[in-house]
C-alpha cells in the first residue's frame, strides 16, 4: 500500500476545464471518498490517477514517485468501474484471473490468488459462470475480486454502487467497509451520494466546478462546511441558507452575510417568523416547509408537533448552531 | 446469390412455354397487322457498339418509310465477351426477337437447337433478290448442308497479318510480297526480335500472335491440316494440326521471336503493335484497322497471311438472321434484306467494321479508300483461301473447350503441342459424342416440371391449412397475413423453381427449346460432373481463392474498421471513401482492374517499374492470377467494414479501459477483449465472406474469362458457360445444386465450430 498525491492537477476538454488544478494528499491505507455532483470533475480525477486520462499539467504520485509517464498496468493502481466492465465472454474465474495473467504470473500461482480472491468476496460457487449468468451484486463482486486479486497499491472505485438497489446497495457498502478494514489498502471512491460519502470515507471531498472545495472527515465537513455549497451540498434535506437581513439573528459582519442552519437543528417558537406551506411525513422525522416572506425554510421535528399548512410559527436556532457565510464568496466566516 | 442462380436457370420454365404465332410456316405474305395496332419489329444489333450505328438508324427509318405501320425497335447486344451470350438470353427467355445478328462460329449449334427460321423460302419468293451480288464464299459460311440460306452478312473478316512497314524499313528489310512463307515470317521475326532496354527480356517482337480458336485455324489449313475428318470426328489430333500448333509455339517459346500478348481478353487494350514494337500483328480481321487509324508514328499495311503448305484463311463473320421467336418474319427478311443493303453495307465498310459482303460494296471506294496508305485489297485478294469452319459442330463450344489447352501450349509452354491438340480433339469429340448420347435419351416430359413447381405452393397450402385452424393459433394468423407477402414470394419464385432446379439437374436441356425437350439423364449428370477435369480445376481454384480471400478480407476489413473507428476531423470522409468501392459495379472494378493489373502498362507494375522491379503479368500469369483476384477483392470490403465498425462501436468502451489497467497491451487488449467481443460479427462476415466467395463471377467473366488455362475458371463461371455459352441448363444447375450443398455443408461446419470461439454474452447489465 502507499500514499497517493495530486498536485497542482489540471485537466480540459476543449474549452471546458474540468480538474482545476487540485492538490490532494491521501495518506497510506486511507479511505478517501471524493463527492460532488455530476460534471463536477471526480471521475476524470480518478481516471488521471488511474492513467486512462492524460493530465495537461501538475502530477500523480503513487508512494512517493510521479507516475505520469507510467501506462495505466504499471501504475499499480486498480479500478472498479460504475458498469463493472467484466469481460462477458470470459467466465468468472478467468476474468479475475486476467490481471495476473497479463502480469504472466505462473498458473498454479494465478489459480491460487483468484480463488482466494473469490473467496474473500464470497463468489468461490460462481467461478465457472459467465458474467450474464449472475446477478447485479454478483458482478459486483466479481469486479471487486477482479480489483483486489493484483492488491495494487490504490484501489480506485467509480460509482460502483450506483448501479445496484438500494437495499443491495447497502450491503456492498458494508462489504467495501469491511473490506478496507481487512486489507488496510489505500482506496479512493468516487460518488455523488452523501451517505455512501458520509458512512465509508475516512475522510471526504467536496468537489465542485473541477476545485476541491473542502477535505476533511465527514463529521468536520458535515458540522463546519468550508462555504455555502458544501453546506448545501451535505445533509439531507439540505441546510437552510438565508440572507442574514432576513432573520432576526444577530449578525457579525451586518447584512453582507448568509445565515445558515440545518434543519434538524432547529425549534418550534422562535423569532424567526413564517407561515407552514407543507408537511412530509417520513416516519422518523417530519418535514415542515415554512415560508418566511420570500425564503422557503424546512424543518425536520420529531412527527406529533400537530402543524398543519397555513399555520403561523416561529423558528429557533441556538447561536452554536448557526452558520456564517459571505454573501458573495460563499466563504464560512468565523 | 444462390437462389438467384437457380432462378436464372429458371427464367425459361417461369415463362409461357408456347412459340406463340411466330412459329414459322410458309411466308405468310407479310404481316397483316390489325388496323392502327403498329407493328413493332425488334432487332437484336450489335452496331452500337460502334459507329456504325447511325447507318443502321438510316436504315431503320428507310424502312420504316417503306413499311407504313411498321416500328422498328433496335435492341443493343453490344458489350464485350458477354454480347454473344444475350442473344441466347434472349431466346432463352421467349423474348420475341424478329432479327438477330449471331457469330459465324455459332451458326451450326443454333441450325442444331432448330431455333433459325429457314430463309431460302423467302428468298425464292423475292424477286427482288440476286445472290450473285454477294461473295459466294462468304454466302456459303450461311447455309446449312441443303444448301439453304438462314441469313445475310453484316460485314465479315478474312483472317490477316498487319505489317509494321517503318520497323521493317528501320531494320534493313523490305516488306515481303503477297505469296511470302512461313520459312519467310521466322526469318523477319528472328532479324527484328531485340531486347532494348537491355534486361534481359524481349521488348520488340517479330510478330504479335492471336491465339484463339480461329485465329489458329489458318496455320492448320496451310500446312493441310483439317478440322473435321470425313466421319465428322475433330481432327486436331491429326499430324498435320500439331505440327502446325507446334511451329507457333516454336514461334513463342524456343525462337522467342513472337509475343503472346495477343490473347483474346487484351484486344480491348493497347497492344505492342499499337505500341510500334512488333512487326507483325495477326492473323486476323478488317476490324483492327478501326483503331489503328490512329497510329500516328509509323506506316503499316496489310498483308495476306503468310503461306505453308498451302494458302489459306479463316474467315470471321456475324450475320443477321430471323430467330424462331420472330412474330413478323417475312418483315423480318425484308429487314435483314435492308441490312446487308447498299447504304448498311459501304457504311459499316467506311468506318472499320468489316468487309461489306455486298461485292458492290467491297469494290467501292468505301472500302479500298483510296485516300487510306493500306491495301484494303489484300482482304479480297485472300478471299480464294477463305473458309469457314465447317458446320454440324458448334465452333464456339470447341473454341471454348480447347482455348485452355491451346493457352497451356502456346502462352504458358506447360504442354506439348502434341499433347494439347491430343486433349483438345478427345475432349471436343467427347463433347460431340455427348451431345448425340442426349439425343437418344428419352425426353422427361414437360409436365414433371410443371408437377415440380406447382408441388411446393401444393405442400405449403396444406400445410397452412392443416395448422391454421385451430384456435389457439389466431395470432398465428395475424402472422402469416403479414408474412404473406414473403411467404408467396419465396414459394412461387423461390422453393418451387429450386424445385424444377433440382429436377434438371437430373436432365439435360437447352434453354432455347422447349421444355418438352429435356431429356432426362438421371444421376448421370453427378458421376459426369464427378469425372469432369473442368470441374476439378473449377473447384481447385475456387477453394484457392476462397482459402486466400476470406481471412484476409477479415483481416483487412476489421483494420480498416479499427483505423477508422478513431476519432479524427476527416472520420466521415474516410469511412465514406473506404466504403466507396464496395457500391461500385463489379463489371466497373473488373474493367478498372484490369487495366490497374496490366503485365506492361497497368498502374501496379508500373508504380514497381518506378521503384526499379519488374511485376509479374498479373492477370496472365497463372500463378499469379488468383491472388490478382484476392487482391482486388481487398478493395471492396467495405460492407464487411462497415458491420465490423458498428460492432466496434457497440464495444463497452469501459472493457478496454479495465484491460488497459489490468495491464493489457494494444495486442492482448485485441486478442483478448476486442477479438471476442467481436466474434459474432466475424462469423458474419466470415460466412457472408465465404458465400462470396464462392460465387464470384463477374470480375473474372470480365477481366480473364477463367484465363490462362482454367486457372481463373472459378465455379460460377464454370456454370455461366454450361448453361448460356454451351446452352446446357441441366449440367448447370447440377453444378448448381453441388455449389450450393458444397457451400451449405461448409457453412455448416463452420457454425458448428462457431460454438467453441463466438461468444454472444451481451453487455452486464
Known amino acids: 500500500m502507499a500514499a497517493l498525491e495530486l498536485r497542482r492537477l489540471s485537466k480540459s476538454f476543449g474549452d471546458h476545464q474540468v480538474v482545476d488544478a487540485i492538490d490532494l494528499q491521501v495518506t497510506d491505507g486511507e479511505f478517501l471518498v471524493l463527492v460532488g455532483a455530476s460534471g463536477c470533475g471526480k471521475s476524470t480525477i480518478l481516471r488521471l490517477i488511474a492513467g486512462l486520462e492524460k493530465a495537461d499539467a501538475g502530477d500523480v504520485r503513487i508512494g512517493g514517485h510521479s507516475v505520469l509517464d507510467r501506462d495505466p498496468g504499471d501504475r499499480d493502481v486498480a479500478m472498479v468501474f ?131 472545495q473542502q477535505v476533511g472527515t465527514p463529521l468536520e465537513v458535515y458540522n463546519c462546511p468550508a462555504n455555502s455549497f458544501v453546506a448545501a451540498f451535505l445533509g439531507s434535506p439540505p441546510m437552510n441558507l438565508l440572507p442574514a437581513a432576513a432573520t432576526p439573528w444577530a449578525d457579525p459582519l451586518g447584512a453582507n452575510a448568509v445565515i445558515g442552519f440545518r434543519p434538524q437543528q432547529a425549534r418550534l417558537g422562535g423569532s424567526l417568523q413564517g407561515r407552514v406551506e407543507l408537511v412530509e411525513e417520513l416516519g422518523s422525522e417530519s418535514l415542515v416547509h415554512v415560508r418566511c416572506g420570500d425564503h422557503a425554510v424546512v424543518l425536520s421535528l420529531t412527527p406529533g408537533h400537530g402543524l398543519g399548512p397555513g399555520e403561523p410559527v416561529g423558528v429557533a436556532v441556538e447561536a452554536p448552531h448557526l452558520h456564517h457565510f459571505d454573501r458573495d464568496s460563499g466563504v464560512r466566516l468565523p | 446469390m444462390i437462389a438467384g442462380l437457380v432462378l436464372a436457370a429458371l427464367a425459361a420454365p417461369a415463362a409461357e412455354y408456347t412459340w406463340s404465332a411466330a412459329k414459322v410456316g410458309a411466308p405468310s405474305g407479310g404481316a397483316s397487322p390489325a388496323a392502327q395496332e403498329p407493328v413493332v419489329l425488334r432487332v437484336m444489333t450489335h452496331e452500337r457498339w460502334f459507329a456504325g450505328f447511325a447507318y443502321m438508324e438510316q436504315v431503320t427509318e428507310q424502312f420504316e418509310r417503306e413499311h407504313p405501320g411498321v416500328k422498328v425497335e433496335l435492341i443493343s447486344s453490344s458489350g464485350g465477351s458477354g454480347s454473344r451470350d444475350k442473344i441466347k438470353f434472349a431466346l432463352a427467355g421467349d423474348l420475341p426477337i424478329d432479327v438477330t445478328w449471331i457469330d459465324v462460329t455459332e451458326f451450326s449449334s443454333f441450325l442444331e437447337e432448330e ?44 483472317y490477316v497479318m498487319y505489317v509494321n512497314r517503318s520497323l521493317l524499313a528501320e531494320h534493313g528489310i523490305a516488306v ?127 498483308l495476306p497471311l503468310p503461306r505453308g503448305k498451302q494458302a489459306a484463311t479463316a474467315v470471321a463473320m456475324r450475320f443477321y438472321c430471323v430467330p424462331r421467336t420472330a412474330r413478323h418474319p417475312q418483315l423480318a427478311y425484308e ?21 461489306p459482303g455486298l461485292i458492290s460494296a467491297a469494290r467501292s471506294d468505301a472500302f479500298l479508300d483510296p485516300d487510306t496508305p493500306q491495301r484494303e485489297e489484300v482482304f479480297l485478294q485472300v478471299l480464294d483461301g477463305a473458309r469457314f469452319m465447317p458446320i454440324r459442330v458448334n465452333w464456339a463450344e470447341i473454341q471454348d473447350q480447347s482455348a485452355a489447352l491451346l ?68 395470432g398465428e394468423r395475424h402472422a402469416w397475413m403479414f408474412l404473406a407477402p414473403w411467404a408467396i414470394g419465396f414459394v412461387f419464385l423461390l422453393a418451387g423453381p429450386a424445385l424444377v432446379s433440382a429436377l434438371l439437374s437430373l436432365s439435360e436441356w437447352s434453354p432455347v427449346q422447349d421444355l418438352d425437350q429435356a431429356r432426362w439423364m438421371g444421376l448421370d449428370q453427378y458421376r459426369r460432373l464427378a469425372a469432369d477435369p473442368t470441374f476439378h480445376a473449377s473447384l481447385r481454384v475456387t477453394l484457392y481463392y476462397a482459402l ?20 479524427a476531423r476527416t472520420q466521415g470522409f474516410a469511412r465514406t471513401v473506404f466504403y466507396l468501392p464496395a457500391i461500385l459495379s463489379p463489371v466497373i472494378l473488373g474493367a478498372m482492374w484490369r487495366w490497374i493489373l496490366d503485365g506492361d502498362l497497368g498502374a501496379i507494375n508500373s508504380g514497381l517499374a518506378w521503384l ?154
Open chain 1, 82 to 212: 460504475q458498469n463493472y466492465a467484466l469481460y462477458p465472454h470470459m467466465t468468472v474465474r478467468r476474468n479475475i484471473a486476467f490481471p495476473l495473467r497479463m502480469a504472466r504470473m505462473p498458473r498454479e500461482q494465478v489459480r491460487a490468488r483468484s480463488e482466494e480472491a473469490a473467496a474473500m468476496l464470497g463468489i468461490g460457487e460462481l467461478l465457472e459462470r459467465k458474467p450474464s449468468q449472475l446477478s447485479g451484486g454478483q458482478q459486483q463482486r466479481v469486479a471487486l475480486a477482479r480489483a483486489l486479486v493484483r492488491r495494487p497499491q490504490v484501489f480506485l472505485f467509480d460509482e460502483p454502487l450506483s448501479n445496484v438497489d438500494a437495499r443491495l446497495r447497502a450491503e456492498m457498502r458494508a462489504e467495501l467497509a469491511r473490506l478496507h478494514q481487512r486489507l488496510g489498502a489505500t482506496m479512493i471512491y468516487v460518488t455523488h451520494d452523501q451517505v455512501e460519502a458520509m458512512t465509508l470515507g475516512d475522510r471526504i471531498a467536496v468537489l465542485h466546478q473541477g476545485r476541491v
Open chain 2, 115 to 158: 431455333v433459325l427460321v429457314d430463309l431460302q423460302q423467302y428468298f425464292d419468293a423475292d424477286a427482288e433478290w440476286h445472290e450473285e451480288e454477294y461473295f459466294a464464299s462468304i454466302l456459303a459460311g450461311m447455309k446449312d448442308t441443303r444448301g439453304h440460306l438462314y441469313g445475310l452478312p453484316s460485314t465479315f473478316n478474312p
Open chain 2, 176 to 302: 515481303p510480297a503477297d505469296d511470302w512463307t512461313w520459312d519467310d515470317l521466322l526469318r523477319i521475326a528472328r532479324q527484328v526480335t531485340r531486347d532494348l532496354d537491355g534486361d534481359g527480356r524481349s521488348d520488340q517482337f517479330g510478330v504479335s500472335l492471336t491465339q484463339w480458336l480461329q485465329a489458329i485455324t489458318p496455320w492448320i489449313w496451310q500446312n493441310g491440316g483439317r478440322l473435321l475428318d470425313e466421319n465428322g470426328r475433330v481432327a486436331l489430333d491429326e499430324p498435320a494440326t500439331i505440327e502446325a500448333v507446334a511451329f507457333l509455339q516454336s514461334l513463342l517459346h524456343e525462337e522467342k521471336v513472337a509475343s503472346d500478348d495477343a490473347t483474346f481478353a487484351n484486344q480491348l487494350s493497347v497492344s505492342l503493335f499499337q505500341a510500334g514494337r512488333v512487326a507483325f500483328y495477326g492473323p486476323v480481321g478488317f476490324w483492327e484497322s478501326y483503331r489503328f487509324r490512329e497510329i500516328q508514328d509509323f506506316e503499316w499495311d496489310y
Open chain 2, 335 to 355: 429487314f435483314v434484306r435492308a441490312l446487308a443493303g447498299p447504304v448498311m453495307q459501304r457504311g459499316l465498310a467506311q468506318i472499320g467494321n468489316g468487309v
Open chain 2, 407 to 474: 493457352e497451356q501450349a502456346l502462352l504458358l509452354n506447360t504442354l506439348s503441342a502434341e499433347e494439347a491438340c491430343r486433349r483438345a480433339a478427345a475432349a471436343a469429340n467427347e463433347s460431340l459424342q455427348r451431345r448425340a448420347q442426349i439425343r437418344t435419351r428419352a425426353p422427361l416430359g414437360k409436365g414433371w416440371f410443371l408437377a415440380a413447381q406447382a408441388l411446393v405452393p401444393l405442400l405449403f397450402a396444406a400445410w397452412l391449412l392443416l395448422r391454421l385452424p385451430r384456435r389457439s393459433r389466431r
Open chain 2, 548 to 567: 486466400l480471400a476470406v481471412p484476409l478480407q477479415l483481416a483487412v476489413a476489421l483494420g480498416l474498421a479499427m483505423l477508422l473507428q478513431r476519432p
Open chain 2, 612 to 765: 526499379g522491379l519488374r511485376g509479374p503479368d498479373w492477370l496472365k500469369d497463372p500463378s499469379w492470377v488468383v491472388p490478382s483476384f484476392v487482391l482486388m477483392s481487398l478493395w471492396t470490403v467495405g460492407a464487411q467494414m462497415l458491420v465490423f465498425l458498428a460492432g466496434l462501436q457497440g464495444l463497452d468502451p469501459r472493457q478496454i479501459e479495465a484491460a488497459r489497467m489490468d495491464g493489457a497491451g494494444r495486442w492482448r487488449r485485441f486478442v483478448h477483449v476486442i477479438l471476442p467481443a467481436l466474434s459474432p460479427i466475424l462469423l458474419f462476415n466470415l460466412i457472408v465472406g465465404l458465400i462470396n466467395a464462392f460465387q464470384i463471377f463477374a470480375q473474372p467473366f470480365v477481366m480473364t474469362q477463367g484465363g490462362p488455362g482454367n486457372e481463373s475458371r472459378f465455379l460460377v463461371l464454370y456454370l455461366y458457360d454450361q448453361a448460356f455459352r454451351y446452352l446446357r441448363m441441366g449440367y448447370a444447375s447440377t453444378l448448381a445444386w453441388v455449389l450450393l450443398a458444397m457451400v451449405a455443408l461448409l457453412t455448416l461446419v463452420i457454425l458448428r465450430t462457431s460454438r467453441r470461439w463466438v461468444h454472444y454474452a451481451g453487455r452486464p447489465r
